[in-house]
């Protein structure tokens, strides 16, 4: 299996820019986990789907930033407009029996 | 809310040298504690989950313990190779499958 996908591995925008990060997840997981982290606050979840269906949104941090999972296979994070502030790792993370495998993570700076 | 606080911050053993790194929590209804190796530029790794107080779990050199209030990741003679940030997580009652990470130790083994 090839673990969790991420795609882009690194982005660097500019402030005002929209933004779209993918994530495919190990077949046959459940769950899928979004989260953001940094070095101020580490590892925090934005939000996560079961079946496709988003349960908890609660850490997504305003408007600006949205997720959708279509099918079981897809998933994106857009953040439109960006800003500075937004720059971070994002990673993708799947769940199987309660473990979660996390993807390579995505680098996001935003000028 | 749920919380997880880790110490310390940064250790630096020498090779052979064991230790121990310690996350206190405060969760309503502990479901269960994660364990997660990070290596730089990856994501987390998946180690251990424990479930209650007294509860045990080795890998190679690592073994984890939980208290009631608190976890321990004991390192017995550390290699270079575990150099890493380890990160703590907790599962609460009523998070459903959310995780709170804590911000991590981050581990140096000099030879």
């Known amino acids: 299996d090839a673990g969790v996908i991420q795609s882009p591995r690194h982005e660097v925008t500019e402030m005002g820019q929209e933004v779209t990060l993918r994530c495919k997840p190990i077949s046959g997981h459940d769950y899928l986990f979004w989260y953001r982290q940094t070095m101020m606050r580490g590892l925090e979840l934005l939000i996560y789907?079961?079946?496709?269906?988003?349960?908890?949104d609660s850490g997504m941090p305003e408007d600006r930033f949205s997720a959708k999972m279509p099918n079981a296979s897809f998933s994106t994070l857009k953040i439109q407009p960006s800003e500075p502030r937004d720059s971070a790792v994002y990673f993708c993370?799947?769940?199987?029996?309660?473990?979660?495998?996390f993807g390579p993570g995505t680098r996001l700076t935003v000028l | 809310e749920d919380q997880v606080t880790q110490s310390p911050e940064a250790l630096r053993l020498q090779e052979g040298e064991s230790s121990s790194l310690n996350c206190s929590y405060t969760?309503?209804?502990?479901?269960?504690l994660f364990w997660y190796r990070q290596d730089p530029g990856k994501g987390p790794e998946f180690l251990f989950t424990?479930?209650?107080a007294g509860e045990e779990k080795e890998k190679e050199r690592l073994k984890a313990t939980l208290t009631k209030k608190e976890s321990f990741l004991h390192i017995t003679a550390p290699k270079p190779e575990d150099s890493a940030t380890y990160l703590c997580a907790v599962q609460g009652a009523g998070g459903g499958n959310k995780l709170t990470f804590g911000t991590g130790t981050q581990l140096k083994v000099e030879l």
């Open positions: 993370a799947t769940d199987r029996d309660n473990e979660q495998f």
């Open positions: 789907f079961n079946n496709n269906v988003p349960i908890d």
């Open positions: 424990l479930y209650s």
């Open positions: 969760v309503s209804g502990l479901r269960g």
